[in-house]
């Protein structure tokens, strides 16, 4: 059973950074494509970054700020956040997938005040 878990959540003033960390256990594999994704209160889950083979994709509201680091042997993912704005207030969720399967972590809150 893949179970992915994030730490390094919580409360930071807008400017400032947190990193958060992803841990995938229970799997005998690599996963092609790990990164992470964000849901805001009354919003739709959104990818904030991903890797995959050689490529990183962010979005554009990230981009710039935030960088997402991955060890492939470790089965690891993280993301440094910095310059942090109250609009990226959200749970942050780790996601692993593998031949069409997507795996979730059950998220991390990220809360930036102004």
């Known amino acids: 059973q893949v179970q992915l878990v994030e730490s390094g959540g919580g409360l930071v003033q807008a400017g400032g950074s947190l990193r958060l960390s992803c841990a995938a256990s229970g799997s005998i594999f690599s996963f092609h494509a790990m990164g992470w994704y964000r849901q805001a209160p009354g919003k739709q889950r959104e990818l904030v970054a991903v890797?995959?083979?050689?490529?990183?994709i962010y979005s554009d509201s990230v981009k710039g700020r935030f960088t997402i680091s991955r060890d492939n042997a470790k089965n690891t993912v993280g993301l440094q956040m910095n310059s942090l704005k109250p609009e990226d207030t959200a749970v942050y969720y780790c996601?692993?997938?593998?031949?069409?399967?997507?795996?979730w972590g059950k998220g991390t809150l990220v809360t930036v005040s102004s």
């Open positions: 996601n692993a997938e593998n031949i069409g399967v997507d795996y």
């Open positions: 890797k995959y083979g050689g490529n990183t």
